[in-house]
């Protein structure tokens, strides 16, 4: 396991096909993620592991970054992911996150997502990091505004055929 970073109460490490499958299988599956994020057609571990190497592990080989799963340090299970997203219809990467529901509101996203925009800025000069979310997702939003992301307007998302709030965040 490829240790990304770590934070008080957090790990982040780089997620492999071999070891994450059945978390990302229930991660992508679960109600928050279908609700706000999409159905990625993800329902077998099979697909779980081809989600994994088309998607993290490809960002890793590519740009140097992507998902992180987010390992609770007590525990030392991963409790959701978070990190780093290039995307040809953005300029700057964007900064994405999901966990699993029995985390919800314990601040680990926070927690994440700071420790994210740390090292975008620090480790991979990023100048800005943009984020989306569902209009709809109210604590998605209030998270971005404790990160200091300022709202930059609606975006129209063509992969999910919807407008979404789009939101950024320059060097810290």
């Given at each position: 396991m490829e240790l990304v970073l770590e934070t008080e109460r957090l790990l982040l490490r780089k997620l492999t096909s071999t070891t994450d499958t059945a978390f990302v299988l229930e991660l992508l599956n679960s109600p928050g993620y279908l609700q706000f994020i999409g159905d990625k057609n993800v329902k077998t571990t099979e697909q779980a592991a081809q989600f994994l190497e088309n998607?993290?592990?490809?960002?890793y080989r590519e740009n140097g970054f992507g998902m992180y799963a987010v390992v609770q340090k007590e525990s030392q299970i991963p409790i959701g992911m978070c990190g780093l997203l290039k995307r040809d219809l953005l300029a700057h990467p964007d900064?994405?996150?999901?966990?699993?529901?029995?985390?919800?509101?314990?601040?680990?996203?926070?927690?994440?997502?700071?420790?994210?925009?740390?090292?975008?800025?620090?480790?991979?000069?990023?100048?800005?990091?943009?984020?989306?979310?569902?209009?709809?997702?109210?604590?998605?939003?209030?998270?971005?505004?404790?990160?200091?992301?300022?709202?930059?307007g609606p975006f129209f998302y063509t992969d999910k055929n919807k407008e979404l709030n789009l939101y950024a965040v320059s060097v810290l």
């Amino acid at each position: 396991m490829e240790l990304v970073l770590e934070t008080e109460r957090l790990l982040l490490r780089k997620l492999t096909s071999t070891t994450d499958t059945a978390f990302v299988l229930e991660l992508l599956n679960s109600p928050g993620y279908l609700q706000f994020i999409g159905d990625k057609n993800v329902k077998t571990t099979e697909q779980a592991a081809q989600f994994l190497e088309n998607g993290p592990l490809k960002s890793y080989r590519e740009n140097g970054f992507g998902m992180y799963a987010v390992v609770q340090k007590e525990s030392q299970i991963p409790i959701g992911m978070c990190g780093l997203l290039k995307r040809d219809l953005l300029a700057h990467p964007d900064l994405g996150y999901a966990f699993l529901p029995g985390f919800h509101g314990k601040g680990y996203a926070l927690e994440a997502a700071r420790a994210t925009l740390s090292i975008a800025f620090d480790s991979f000069k990023i100048p800005l990091v943009y984020a989306f979310t569902d209009p709809d997702n109210a604590h998605s939003i209030g998270l971005l505004g404790k990160l200091g992301m300022q709202y930059q307007g609606p975006f129209f998302y063509t992969d999910k055929n919807k407008e979404l709030n789009l939101y950024a965040v320059s060097v810290l």
